[in-house]
T-cell receptor, first 113, second 111 residues
Framework: DGGITQSPKYLFRKEGQNVTLSCEQN?????MYWYRQDPGQGLRLIYY???????QKGDIAEGYSVSREKKESFPLTVTSAQKNPTAFYLC????????????FGQGTRLTVV | SQQGEEDPQALSIQEGENATMNCSYK?????LQWYRQNSGRGLVHLIL?????REKHSGRLRVTLDTSKKSSSLLITASRAADTASYFC???????????FGKGTRLHILP
């Protein structure tokens, strides 16, 4: 089945550690996105990529890093520089034109203790 | 890219009633999309309406677009408990290269 997969679903890390969230899609989509969602809030864009080997900062990129070495994969690293990393992280993909539907993964809930 | 602003922030209605939520935006668009998010899950695309369309239907959903007022509305008819979710709009212009969401409308269907 085609889709977008995020793993793991739940992630616990100690403060000061870097952690990488996985996002894989087999929809042959060019564009991929990472969003952060805090309780009761909307989605805020962290990074996005329109094509392999290229990505752009979103509204809240500080403390995060990404790579786009393969079309199918867009991992997000939450670094120790992110002051408040505990949140729900959502990955999405689309055909690459903004006028098309975005498909979302089921999210990763990161808790830093 | 621009961000839509959903209104109201929260809405509670009785099962069977109709639910209406609105989205306002600031600059001209090519299209506007509506998404639903169930608690703790990813967003699901509901409907896309293009700037040259005024109304679009999908099952119990009806979306309208008024480009002169820079606003859109999502109507859910005959609401069900399963409609309890947050709803987000995403307006997109021709030159936008990313999808931006607002804070959404939290809809609660009361039994």
């Amino acid at each position: 089945d085609g889709g977008i997969t995020q793993s793991p679903k739940y992630l616990f890390r100690k403060e000061g550690q870097n952690v990488t969230l996985s996002c894989e899609q087999n929809l042959n989509h060019d564009a991929m996105y990472w969003y952060r969602q805090d309780p009761g809030q909307g989605l805020r864009l962290i990074y996005y990529s329109q094509i392999v080997n290229d990505f752009q900062k979103g509204d809240i990129a500080e403390g995060y890093s990404v790579s786009r070495e393969k079309k199918e994969s867009f991992p997000l690293t939450v670094t120790s520089a992110q002051k408040n990393p505990t949140a729900f992280y959502l990955c999405a993909s689309s055909m690459g034109q903004v006028n098309t539907e975005a498909f979302f993964g089921q999210g990763t809930r990161l808790t830093v203790v | 890219s621009q961000q839509g602003e959903e209104d109201p922030q929260a809405l509670s209605i009785q099962e069977g009633e109709n639910a209406t939520m609105n989205c306002s935006y600031k600059t001209s668009i090519n299209n506007l999309q509506w998404y639903r998010q169930n608690s703790g899950r990813g967003l699901v695309h509901l409907i896309l309406i293009r700037s040259n369309e005024r109304e679009k239907h999908s099952g119990r959903l009806r979306v309208t677009l008024d480009t002169s007022k820079k606003s859109s509305s999502l109507l859910i008819t005959a609401s069900r408990a399963a409609d309890t979710a947050s709803y987000f709009c995403a307006p997109a212009g021709n030159r936008d290269d990313k999808i931006i969401f607002g804070k959404g409308t939290r809809l609660h269907i009361l039994p």
